[in-house]
């Protein structure tokens, strides 16, 4: 089963934390870092496997979007297809 499945869109770097303003401001007062999350997985493999479906998937999308493009420059073609 595909953990991205569905989803609109994936960004290749999902495994990293995406941290607000106000966590940033905050690190200022941490400086044992206890506030640094990460996205984590079980095991290393399960992060290859996660990293490699999102990768995959972002070639899709950007084969889709071209493919698109190609169809929006050549609507003759599009009934074709």
């Known amino acids: 089963m595909c953990p991205l ?3 609109a869109s994936v960004s290749s770097d999902f495994l990293f934390a995406q941290p607000s303003i106000l966590i940033g401001a905050a690190t200022l007062f941490d400086p044992a870092g206890s ?3 990460y996205n984590r997985s079980l095991t290393p493999d399960e992060a290859d496997a996660l ?3 999102s990768d995959w998937e972002l070639a899709r999308q950007d084969f889709e979007r071209a493919y698109q493009a190609f169809l929006d420059a ?3 073609l599009a009934k074709a297809a």
Do not use: R, S
Request: a neutral charge; charged letters at 15%; glycine letters at 8%.
């Open 35 to 37: 506030l640094q999350m």
């Open 5 to 7: 499945k569905g989803v």
């Open 74 to 76: 050549h609507p003759d």
């Open 51 to 53: 990293a490699l479906i």
